[in-house]
């Protein structure tokens, strides 16, 4: 293998950070520069000496920039394999000289797609020369040093410094898997803009990238690996808040922290309401006039549950809420923002993790999830169904009331982000008792009662909190055993999808004891 000191480097990025810095180092350690377009400019406004791509190649940036890389002096220089010799000779015969550097960005189609950029812009935001360059100086890694951001520079220069202005083979081949990683999340943002444009729901190939938010200690137990990748950074949530304090966030953490985020993402700002959760399972839900009320009731739905929960606020935290969240350990808390107040007060709480996401999660209509399977992936798309007040079908005698109404539509909205079997009781805008997971409907009804007898018992009342409360399914009651056990639990109205073959028979039961009962159209399985 002959000397691989960097001698040349070609240099083309969309991100000029750092750029003139760095290339000042290389042009200390000998190194001659080869520029595009704008980057060539930014390099000689610096005062420095750059050859223009087009002098390589002998042919000008044409087509509004769209050739000026695909070029045998380009692709040539950064394909050859050194020290070959039929290889050199062809380089010698066509003028080819070898790039040793390359450091390129990709034209921003990722955010101008995410942003609703026009058929036209998005289209023209898609890189062609870029990502053949980058894809050519990492299959030849074994002499060509691939550079496709920023945050890199140091570590390239670090390492020319310690080989006398070479770079180490270990150093070439992680950036050649970053490289080729890179354009792989970048052609599947591409072809799944295409997926979405044309409305294919099952593409023959289907592709998907992130890039690495953070690296976590372990995953959902301690033997297991985890990482987290960001795959939209325009959308507000998890992946994409701000920690402002507290410890690392675990799998678990982030986990059942987007549970939380998701669900309170269903309130609209205009009133206030508070999600809690543990292992990704609502224990508590609520609004009211203000966030510290909504915290309360929402707490008085499951208090031994919602002890190391994740708590979600649908609007900047106050002092009020801050002063009520930090009397109880919580994992978590979650927040568009928060006020100078608040922040003071959880600052007493070292360990408490607080994130702040600059608004509710806005679902795109193309957003997925995707779930891996052995040997593949389950895709779907995300479940953003809502219920219209209007849309519902009353199939009881009598009709729910005003306020009835009101805590159907509050606790089926609830029910969505419950795991299945789920069911929801609520009561004045709050939950009272929520039954999750359970293999049986019944099942999770009792659960669901039993709960709210004990937040009953802890609040020193003697009643059952679920008497003259109104309750929500994710799915039909495939039999009247369900629902008569919403209705032994003191219920006074049922908001269900319907779908069942004994509809007829639980509509008569309902009935029977004098329910209101109405139909949504629409399931919310959670699993």
Known sequence: MPDLKIRRALLSVSDKTGLIDFARALKSHGVA??????????????????????????????????????????HGGLLAIRGNAQHDVAAASH???????????????????????SNDDCIENIDVGGPAMIRGAAKNHDAVTVVIEAEDYARVLADMTTNNGATSLSLRRALAAKAFARTAAYDAAISNWFVDQLDVAAPTWRAFGGRLGQALRYGENPHQTASMYVSDCTRFGVATAKQLQGKELSYNNINDTDAAFELISEFDTTTP????????????????????????????????????????????????????????FTEVVIAPDATVEALAIFAAKKNLRLLVTGGLSAVSANALMIRSITGGLLVQSHDDGRIDERALKVVTKRRPTEPELHDLMFAFKVAKHVKSNAIVYAKNGATVGIGAGQMSRIDSARIAAWKASEAAKAQGVVQPL????????????????????????????????????????????????????VFTGMRHFRH
């Not at 080819?96 to 921003?108: K, Q």
């Not at 508590?284 to 979600?312: C, E, H, M, N």
Request: hydrophobic letters at 50%; aromatic letters at 4%; charged letters at 15%.
């Open 466 to 517: 679920t008497v003259g409360s109104v309750v929500a399914s994710d799915a039909f009651f495939p039999f009247a055993d369900g629902l008569l056990a919403a209705a032994d639990a003191g219920v006074t109205a049922v908001i269900q999808p319907g779908g069942s073959l004994r509809d007829d028979e639980v509509i008569a039961a309902a009935d029977a004891r004098g329910l209101a009962m």
């Open 273 to 328: 309401a508070v999600a809690i959760i543990k292992h990704a399972n609502p224990c508590g839900v609520a609004v009211g006039r203000t966030l510290k009320d909504a915290y309360l009731q929402a707490l008085a739905s499951d208090p031994t549950s919602a002890f190391g929960g994740i708590i979600a606020l649908n609007q900047a935290i106050d002092a009020a809420a801050a002063e009520e969240i930090t009397k109880l």
């Open 33 to 74: 520069l080869v520029s595009t377009g704008g980057t060539s400019a930014a390099l000689k406004a610096a005062g420095l000496a750059v050859t223009d791509v087009s002098e390589l190649t002998g042919f000008p940036e044409m087509m509004d920039g769209r050739v000026k890389t695909l070029h045998p002096r380009v």
């Open 95 to 117: 003028a080819i000289e070898p790039i040793d550097l390359l450091v390129v960005n990709l034209y921003p189609f990722e955010v101008t797609a995410a942003e609703g950029g």
